[in-house]
C-alpha cells in the first residue's frame, strides 16, 4: 500500500499548516489505529515534528499527515478530514472499511 491510499482534505491541511504556524515550528499530523474503544480500534492523533522511519507520509497542499504501515491497512480508502462543528472541532477519519462506529466517531470495526 502506498500514501495514496489515504488522502488529506482541504480543511485538514489548512488546520494542520495553521497549527504549525501557531506553534512558531512545521508540524505533522500523525494518525494511527490503535486496539480498544467501544468499538474494537480507535484512531489517535498527534502533532510531530519529525517523522518515524516507518512512517508513510501524505501530502496536501503544503501539509503532512503521517500513518504508520500497520494502520495504512485499516485506512485504506479514506480521508483525514477536519471538522469544525457547533459541538466542537476536531480531526476525523473518513474510512469505507468501517463497518461500525461508535456515537463519539473514535472508534469503529472493520
Known amino acids: 500500500m502506498t500514501a495514496s ?3 488529506l482534505s482541504d480543511s485538514a491541511a489548512r488546520r494542520i499548516l495553521d497549527l504549525g504556524k501557531a506553534e512558531g515550528r512545521p508540524l505533522m499530523l500523525r494518525v494511527a489505529v490503535d486496539g480498544g474503544g467501544c468499538s474494537g480500534f480507535q484512531y489517535r492523533f498527534d502533532l510531530v515534528e519529525a ?7 501524505i501530502e496536501h497542499d503544503g501539509a503532512a499527515a503521517l500513518v504508520d504501515d500497520l ?4 485506512l485504506k480508502g479514506s480521508q483525514i478530514d477536519f471538522v469544525d462543528e457547533l459541538a466542537g472541532a476536531e480531526f ?3 474510512n ?3 463497518k461500525s462506529s461508535c456515537g463519539c466517531g473514535v ?4
Open 51 to 57: 517523522p518515524e522511519p516507518e512512517d508513510i507520509r
Open 92 to 94: 476525523r477519519v473518513r
Open 5 to 7: 491510499d489515504v488522502t
Open 71 to 74: 494502520s495504512l491497512a485499516m
Open 107 to 110: 472508534s469503529f470495526s472493520i
Open 96 to 98: 469505507p472499511n468501517a
